[in-house]
């Protein structure tokens, strides 16, 4: 350490990696006072820890806002502001023309700026530990869904040539009735030798309670195109076998998280405030709530929210040109959470069907409307969840301004009609 240090606070940069960190430490005049790296691990992040506090750093940049690294600066007692990974990238050019890529020079960067313009940056302000565990639980359901559709996409794109009569033959080709029914009956070859007696038997032993009769389920069997028979067959047979044991443990899988949901959502504080919004539900409510979070610091005003929502329109002003453009900088999870639950409150809120039929009469297309639409859900969900009071419609003003307004312009109406997304 330079003995010349100017007084003053000290601030530190941390280029994580899983396998080691590299952290530069500044004055308050931008000299450097130490370099080191810390291997990711219990003894290296105690390490990091230890020298920051010799270091008298308080404040720390990192460009990730969670993970181990963040979690025992915290612990610790050190405030850590985030600096996006594609800041960084724009920042290099601040010192060089190259911007080339450098574990330690991306340290001293992060900390440069954070002496620089550490004012405009916002500390990380952690969430409860109800909040993380219910955001761990709902952003693995979601990532088990999309496996579940690509393996229902890939059994569909093998029924299409090995058994064509068994898409279709119930609602859902990944539903529980259909995968029993492809696991008892895998090839058209077994299908074929089905009566309308034997069908019934096995309908009524598996307790199917669909609305098609049994005669109209064998009838979509013998008009769909003949399917593979011999080897041919029976190898597909064995890759829809597969599937099928795929997808039932997926969704066994996904039904597990949804208990677990269900049950966190129903123990944390702020789970009644999501849960009361239209058509919110519960895994929708859930993941509204992780995504949101529950520190209301984190965002102090409405506009914060929908800023980083990416609802909130950027404008981009130059001499006489003037654009506003679609805002791709946001959390891209919340902004999905919160554009689902828009679109679909459509259904059971006249207010929002109201701010969506018109924007859709001003030519905008779905996701454009669905966008100003959340937007306008924004307003309220941040005073709800700012106050800590459920959503209760006689209390919201635009809700009554408008039931007003229809009651005296509008005809009754009965049948909400419902979007489809584009």
């Not at 309908?203 to 109209?216: D, K, N």
């Not at 506003?324 to 946001?330: A, K, L």
Request: net charge positive; hydrophobic share 40%.
């Amino acid at each position: 350490m330079d003995g010349r240090a100017s007084p003053g606070p000290r601030h530190a940069g941390v280029d994580w990696s899983w396998e080691h960190h590299a952290v530069c430490v500044l004055d308050d005049a931008g000299a450097v006072l130490e370099r080191f790296m810390v291997k990711h691990e219990a003894a290296g992040l105690k390490e990091l820890c230890r020298r920051l506090r010799a270091l008298k750093v308080h404040q720390v940049a990192i460009e990730r806002p969670d993970g181990p690294a963040v979690q025992a600066l915290l612990d610790d007692g050190s405030e850590v502001v985030v600096i996006a990974s594609r800041q960084v990238k724009a920042l290099r050019l601040r010192y060089g023309s190259a911007g080339n890529k450098d574990d330690r020079f991306d340290a001293y960067v992060l900390a440069d700026v954070l002496r620089t313009d550490g004012r405009r940056l916002r500390p990380v302000r952690p969430d409860s530990e109800a909040t993380r565990a219910l955001r761990a639980l709902v952003r693995a359901r979601k990532d088990l869904i999309k496996h579940r559709l690509a393996l229902a996409n890939q059994l569909r794109a093998n029924l299409l040539q090995a058994f064509p009569g068994a898409i279709g033959l119930f609602a859902e080709l990944d539903s529980p009735i259909s995968l029993t029914f492809l696991k008892r009956f895998p090839t058209a070859e077994r299908a074929a030798r089905l009566t309308e007696r034997r069908l019934q038997a096995w309908l009524r032993s598996v307790g199917y309670a669909g609305r098609r009769p049994t005669s109209r389920l064998l009838e979509h069997l013998r008009d769909a195109p003949a399917g593979l028979t011999g080897d041919a067959g029976e190898g597909h047979g064995i890759v829809t076998a597969q599937l099928v044991d795929l997808l039932t443990r997926v969704r066994s899988r996904i039904e597990v998280l949804d208990e677990r949901i269900r049950e966190a959502l129903e123990l944390h504080p702020d789970g009644v405030i999501f849960t009361s919004f239209p058509r919110a539900g519960t895994n929708r409510a859930a993941l509204l709530l992780a995504e949101i979070g529950d520190c209301r610091e984190r965002f102090p005003d409405e506009a914060s929210l929908a800023a980083a929502a990416g609802v909130a329109p950027s404008t981009r002003a130059s001499g006489k040109h003037w654009h506003v453009t679609f805002r791709r900088g946001c959390n891209k999870k919340l902004r999905e959470a919160l554009i689902d639950f828009a679109q679909d409150s459509v259904q059971a809120s006249p207010w929002a069907e109201d701010i969506y039929r018109r924007a859709r009469e001003r030519g905008m297309r779905h996701p454009h409307a669905a966008r100003v639409l959340a937007r306008a859900w924004v307003r309220v969900l941040w005073r709800c969840w700012t106050d800590r009071l459920p959503y209760d419609p006689s209390r919201h003003a635009g809700s009554r301004s408008w039931s007003r307004r229809s009651s005296r312009t509008l005809p009754p109406r009965s049948v909400t009609t419902p979007i489809t997304c584009r």
